[in-house]
Every structure is written in C-alpha cells, then in structure tokens.
C-alpha cells in the first residue's frame, strides 16, 4: 500500500458516495493511510457537515441520489475553496468533460484504484496549500453569512450588506435556524402565510429564485441557498 508523504497535516476528506459498501472500502482504505476521512451517502448530507466541520478534498461520485455530483461540485467551486475529485463509472469522454467543466479538479473511473486516489488526495491538498486554487477559489477563508437587524439584512462573505423584504426575511430566518439542514417547501410556506392550503407553491419558488437575483447583484459571491429536489430548500452558510 502507498504512503502519501505528508508534508502539511493530513488533508480532512470527505468521500461522497451511495453505494455503503464501496463508500466503506473507500474510507477504510483512506483512514487506514493516515487521512482524516468521513464517507456520507448524499448531497445533502454533505452540505449538513459543511455547516459544521471545515474540509479540505471532496471525493465525489457522479451517481448521486437526489442532486447528481455535476451539481454538487458547480455548487462547491462557488462556495468553498475545497479540492474536488469526481470519481464514477461512466468512463466516456463527455461525462469526464462535464465534470471538469462544473469544477472538478480530477476525474478518476471506478473500479477505484486506491493507490491513484490516495496520491491524488495528497498532491491536490499540497496545490491548495500552496496557494494554486481551483478556478473560483478564494485567497482568504471566507466570510460567514449571517442576518442582523432582527434578521432584515442579509450579510455576504464580504462587507455588503442587503436589506430583505418580509417574504425574503421569513425565509431566511426559517433557514438559518437550521444551516445544512433541509427546511421542507411545507414548513417554509406555513411560515410565509397563515392559509398555507391557498398558498400556490408556485410562489415560494418564484421567491427564492428572486431573492438569489437580487444577492448575486450585490454580493461577489452567490447566496449559498440550493432546492432539494423532493424536499424544500437548503443554506449553506
């Protein structure tokens, strides 16, 4: 078995994967090599440990249930300086591409080779480390959202601010009681009106495809607010 040469303290990976059994294959092998690793089965539960433990390589199948990794990763390169390696089954030459395209730093196809992963773990993180980041990166951790004003103004990663109207504040605030968790349509819209039977769904979607318009007019980056196909929405902040 090969042995990364830590240089840098071991990088802490997440491997995303569905299917239990390799996800478990995968992570004895990594832990078994010195990485600091967790294995989750979703997109979803990936977002809840980004809301409380910080990362550094995401190891990411395409297959997902739920949102697919081409989403999951364009989603993480707007976010997070994090390392990304898209790992799969699908070997052609388009779906590599896509990857690529959405952000992914490598691509590997299975059956996994764990010594190719396990080098590619540890020279990616020495390249994050080095300052070489992924296209969209960011040179400094960044800023935390947050609401203030009794939740009225929404804070971005930077100094700007945005002033939110009540539809916009009620569901931030739903949102940010539970960071990572995914807030169900229901419970959103029984806290947008008291006759939530003769609220068109329709309209919270029309909501927050606005409130994402007006963030990415003013902050540098994009309101960390995803919809979770079957479920509601989720805040990534």
């Given at each position: 078995m090969s042995e990364p040469n830590f240089h840098?303290?071991?990088?802490?990976?997440?491997?995303?994967?569905?299917e239990d059994e390799?996800?478990?294959?995968v992570v004895d092998d990594l832990r078994a090599r010195g990485y600091a690793v967790v294995g989750l089965p979703s997109a979803e539960a990936l977002y809840r440990h980004m809301s409380v433990h910080a990362l550094d390589?995401?190891?990411?199948?395409?297959?997902?249930?739920?949102?697919n990794g081409f989403g999951v990763a364009a989603h993480l390169r707007q976010l997070a300086r994090v390392g990304i390696i898209m790992l799969t089954a699908?070997?052609?030459?388009?779906?590599?591409?896509q990857g690529l395209a959405e952000g992914a730093d490598l691509f590997l196809t299975k059956p996994v080779d764990?010594?190719?992963?396990?080098?590619?773990?540890?020279?990616?993180?020495?390249?994050?480390a080095a300052g070489e980041l992924p296209p969209g990166?960011?040179?400094?951790?960044?800023?935390?959202?947050?609401?203030?004003?009794?939740?009225?103004?929404l804070h971005?990663?930077?100094?700007?601010?945005l002033a939110l109207s009540e539809a916009e504040r009620t569901i931030l605030v739903k949102l940010f009681e539970q960071p990572g968790e995914p807030i169900a349509r229901t419970l959103l819209i029984e806290a947008l009106t008291d006759?939530?039977?003769?609220?068109?769904?329709?309209?919270?979607?029309?909501?927050?495809h606005r409130l994402r318009a007006r963030a990415g007019s003013v902050f540098a980056q994009p309101l960390p607010l995803r919809a979770i196909r079957g479920t509601g929405y989720v805040l990534t902040p």
């Open positions: 840098l303290s071991p990088p802490r990976v997440v491997v995303v994967e569905d390799l996800r478990e294959l390589i995401v190891v990411l199948d395409i297959g997902l249930p739920g949102e699908r070997g052609g030459g388009s779906a590599m591409a764990y010594d190719v992963l396990a080098v590619a773990i540890a020279n990616l993180h020495r390249r994050l990166g960011q040179s400094e951790p960044a800023r935390a959202w947050s609401l203030s004003d009794n939740g009225w103004t971005g990663p930077d100094t700007r601010t006759q939530p039977w003769d609220f068109d769904p329709h309209r919270l979607d029309m909501l927050v």
